[in-house]
């Protein structure tokens, strides 16, 4: 596509990211139109959360409310979140149970495949008033969205060009979903906080994986985690995905945490309640931590045994809504469900963890004026695109950039 936008990327290439590309509203419709409304997948909800035929929840494309419903017959179908007459949110709750939905303004209802079924005084009053006699309710069906469903995660896309979500996310990304996505799950819980930050600054807060050690004191206080622990990151061949994931705290001493002047070096910390990081390796593969991204704006986390989605909606130029949805597996016992229950401490908007990844975007969106002819430097880990067996790198960040350039034509 033609670049509309009058914005040159630095000649560095994917090493430096333009700083008004998180600030200037031209973009941010773009990015709708090119990236959102168009050959991507995006997260809906959980076949957990549309259990029985009939259930429907309220979603987001990027910024776009939707639908995702489990019809009569138990297919899964998605449309806009608009009625067809005057515009009006028809599911304004997180989601219902029944055989339609009606608009609580002129109550004209739909079905759950988003086909207008009625509309309220139609004939008119004593055959006065009401729509012209050609009026066509089948011509004002709501704008459907393609729906594909990948262990129990409910993805859907405006653009027919997409290709399958299996093909789009590649054979190790997808391996990764199904690592964590194993079995039947049930939701937890929900969180939901607002970030005064443009939605690209936490899409790149989860990609990048080596400021885990510098923000996250408790990570390291702790021993959580570390950069000195074997792990990586995977790169899916479009770059747009990502996995980044740590073993089991068993590192060596390292000279780069021994001299180095961390905010977490105390060693002699402790935990009152050490029980909040006690857990099993139920996955059998040593791995504590992976942080799965699929662009543009999913998360699937697993943290020693919390699971979580994330599912990033943007708000505007500097505001963004990230949804956390927990997990447990549906055959979990009492004593999993309190593991998973206290680890979940560990993650959401006041986590022990992910507390300061809430404040951080802020203060870099504060930052932004005066550098509208700025650039911020993305060469952790070299000046390409790929997987590393190493996460004191930006590859991710480096690869998301290589996918939204594409998309965006800049």
Same mark, same amino acid.
């Given at each position: 596509?033609?670049?509309? *936008?009058?914005?040159?990327?630095?000649?560095?290439?994917?090493?430096?990211? +333009? $700083?008004?590309?998180?600030?200037?509203?031209?973009? $941010?419709?773009?990015?709708?139109?090119?990236?959102?409304?168009?050959?991507?997948? &995006?997260?809906?909800?959980?076949?957990?959360?549309?259990?029985?035929?009939?259930? $429907?929840?309220? &979603?987001?494309?990027?910024? =776009?409310?939707?639908?995702?419903?489990?019809?009569?017959?138990?297919?899964?179908?998605?449309?806009?979140?608009?009625?067809?007459?005057?515009?009006?949110?028809?599911?304004?709750?997180?989601?219902?149970?029944?055989?339609?939905?009606?608009? =609580?303004?002129?109550?004209? #209802?739909?079905?759950?495949?988003?086909?207008?079924?009625?509309?309220?005084?139609?004939?008119?009053?004593?055959?006065?008033?009401?729509?012209?006699?050609? /009026?066509?309710?089948?011509?004002?069906?709501?704008?459907?969205?393609?729906?594909?469903?990948?262990?129990?995660?409910?993805?859907?896309? /405006?653009?027919?060009?997409?290709?399958?979500?299996?093909?789009?996310?590649?054979?190790?990304?997808?391996?990764?979903?199904?690592?964590?996505?194993?079995? +039947?799950?049930?939701?937890?819980?929900?969180?939901? !906080?607002? *970030?005064?930050?443009?939605?690209?600054?936490?899409?790149?807060?989860?990609?990048?994986?080596?400021?885990?050690?510098?923000?996250?004191?408790?990570?390291? #206080?702790?021993?959580?985690?570390?950069?000195?622990?074997?792990?990586?990151?995977?790169?899916?061949?479009?770059?747009?995905?990502?996995?980044?994931?740590?073993?089991?705290?068993?590192?060596?001493?390292?000279?780069?945490?021994?001299?180095?002047?961390?905010?977490?070096?105390?060693?002699?910390?402790?935990?009152?309640?050490?029980?909040?990081?006690?857990?099993?390796?139920?996955?059998?593969?040593?791995? #504590?931590?992976?942080?799965? %991204? @699929? /662009?543009?704006?999913? @998360?699937?986390?697993?943290?020693?045994?919390? *699971?979580?989605?994330? !599912?990033?909606?943007?708000?505007?130029?500097?505001?963004?809504?990230?949804?956390?949805?927990?997990?447990?597996?549906?055959?979990?016992?009492?004593?999993?469900?309190?593991?998973?229950?206290?680890?979940?401490?560990?993650?959401?908007?006041?986590?022990?963890? &992910?507390?300061?990844?809430?404040?951080?975007?802020?203060?870099?969106?504060?930052?932004?004026?005066?550098?509208?002819?700025?650039?911020?430097?993305?060469?952790?880990?070299?000046?390409?695109?790929?997987? !590393?067996?190493?996460?004191?790198?930006? %590859?991710?960040?480096?690869?998301?950039?290589?996918?939204?350039?594409?998309?965006?034509?800049?």
């Amino acid at each position: 596509m033609r670049n509309t *936008l009058d914005l040159a990327w630095p000649r560095e290439g994917l090493t430096r990211v +333009p $700083y008004p590309l998180y600030s200037r509203a031209d973009v $941010y419709d773009e990015e709708r139109r090119r990236i959102f409304l168009g050959p991507v997948w &995006s997260f809906l909800c959980l076949e957990a959360e549309l259990a029985n035929p009939g259930d $429907y929840r309220a &979603s987001f494309v990027g910024d =776009v409310p939707v639908v995702v419903a489990r019809d009569l017959d138990g297919s899964l179908h998605a449309f806009e979140n608009r009625c067809a007459h005057r515009g009006a949110l028809l599911c304004f709750k997180r989601g219902g149970h029944g055989r339609e939905i009606s608009c =609580v303004y002129h109550n004209w #209802t739909y079905d759950l495949r988003g086909n207008l079924t009625g509309v309220t005084f139609q004939r008119g009053i004593n055959r006065k008033g009401g729509m012209p006699p050609d /009026f066509d309710r089948a011509a004002h069906a709501l704008r459907r969205l393609r729906v594909e469903s990948l262990a129990g995660i409910v993805f859907g896309t /405006f653009d027919e060009a997409t290709p399958p979500v299996e093909a789009y996310l590649g054979p190790e990304i997808t391996q990764r979903i199904r690592r964590v996505m194993r079995k +039947p799950v049930k939701v937890l819980g929900y969180n939901s !906080q607002i *970030l005064p930050n443009n939605w690209k600054i936490y899409v790149e807060n989860n990609k990048d994986s080596y400021h885990a050690s510098l923000l996250h004191a408790f990570f390291t #206080t702790f021993r959580v985690n570390r950069l000195s622990q074997e792990g990586g990151i995977i790169v899916d061949d479009s770059g747009g995905h990502h996995v980044s994931y740590s073993k089991r705290a068993t590192d060596k001493p390292s000279a780069e945490y021994d001299s180095a002047d961390l905010r977490a070096k105390r060693e002699d910390y402790r935990l009152a309640d050490p029980s909040i990081l006690a857990g099993t390796d139920e996955f059998g593969d040593g791995i #504590t931590l992976q942080i799965l %991204t @699929v /662009f543009p704006a999913f @998360v699937v986390q697993q943290i020693q045994n919390s *699971l979580a989605v994330r !599912q990033i909606v943007p708000r505007g130029v500097g505001e963004t809504e990230l949804l956390w949805t927990y997990l447990g597996y549906a055959d979990d016992d009492a004593a999993m469900l309190t593991i998973r229950q206290k680890q979940s401490n560990l993650v959401g908007p006041g986590g022990y963890i &992910s507390m300061e990844d809430g404040a951080v975007g802020g203060f870099i969106q504060r930052a932004l004026p005066g550098a509208e002819d700025d650039a911020s430097i993305v060469q952790m880990g070299g000046n390409g695109v790929g997987s !590393q067996d190493t996460r004191a790198t930006e %590859t991710a960040v480096r690869g998301f950039w290589q996918v939204y350039r594409r998309h965006m034509g800049i």
